[in-house]
């Protein structure tokens, strides 16, 4: 039980980066001014795939992180980072009112 409980958790976990990887993508798009679209034809993507990137529904490989990033004018590394810094505020956003990490 406790072995199902762990997978769970990385689960959950992995989940929450692709959603901070994907905020982090959809902020820095904005930034710039760009739409999906755009940033689609400049990454070689589908529409579709940036959407669920952005979503943060499925796991990007490092080539889709590349592509992506040098259509945004950014490194990986900071794309990371940003989404790193994002990752408090979706874990946050995912507990139930008034709890904290530790289920408090």
Do not use: Y
């Not at 040098?70 to 995912?94: F, G, N, T, Y």
């Amino acid at each position: 039980m406790a072995e199902k409980l762990k997978v769970f958790h990385s689960e959950v976990l992995d989940m929450k980066l692709e959603q901070a990887v994907g905020a982090a993508v959809r902020f820095r798009r904005k930034g710039l001014g760009m739409n999906q679209e755009t940033l689609a034809e400049r990454s070689g993507l589908q529409t579709a795939a940036v959407s669920r990137l952005e979503r943060g529904d499925g796991s990007p490989n490092l080539r889709t992180l590349g592509r992506i990033a040098a259509a945004l004018d950014i490194r990986v590394s900071q794309l990371l980072l940003q989404a790193e810094a994002l990752l408090p505020l979706i874990e946050k956003a995912a507990l139930p009112d008034g709890q904290d990490a530790d289920g408090k």
